[in-house]
């Protein structure tokens, strides 16, 4: 098992296959708030690589304009499209219900 935290979060994550497992560890790492702004993000994600502009993401997401160009700068540096197909089939991340902060 790896020393480094954050890399036995991920080892913790990957080898979990119960998503109930899952959300109780989110739940109890994370606030309210904190889940949120993670879910936001994938969403951001989701709906630019859909062709949404930022301000309807603003708009249909309830987050300032600031928040979707942070999310869309994040995706130009790190290659999330092909974890977001890989996953679309699976789950629809724009009908996933969010906690309210």
């Known amino acids: 098992m790896s020393t480094n935290p954050y890399r036995s979060l991920l080892n913790h994550l990957a080898n979990c ?3 109930a497992a899952i959300d109780e560890l989110f739940t109890a790492l994370l606030t309210d708030k904190e889940q949120q702004e993670i879910s936001n993000r ?3 994600f989701d709906l630019l690589e859909r062709g949404i502009t ?3 993401i603003s708009e249909q997401l309830g ?3 600031a928040t ?3 999310g869309a700068k994040a995706m130009q540096a790190h290659d999330v499209s092909a974890l977001l197909k890989s996953h679309r089939d699976n789950i629809s991340i724009k009908s996933t219900p969010i906690k309210d902060a």
Do not use: T
Request: aromatic residues 0%; glycine residues 6%.
């Open 63 to 65: 987050v300032g304009i």
């Open 54 to 56: 930022q301000r309807e």
């Open 42 to 44: 994938i969403r951001i």
């Open 68 to 70: 979707v160009s942070r």
């Open 17 to 19: 296959n119960d998503s």
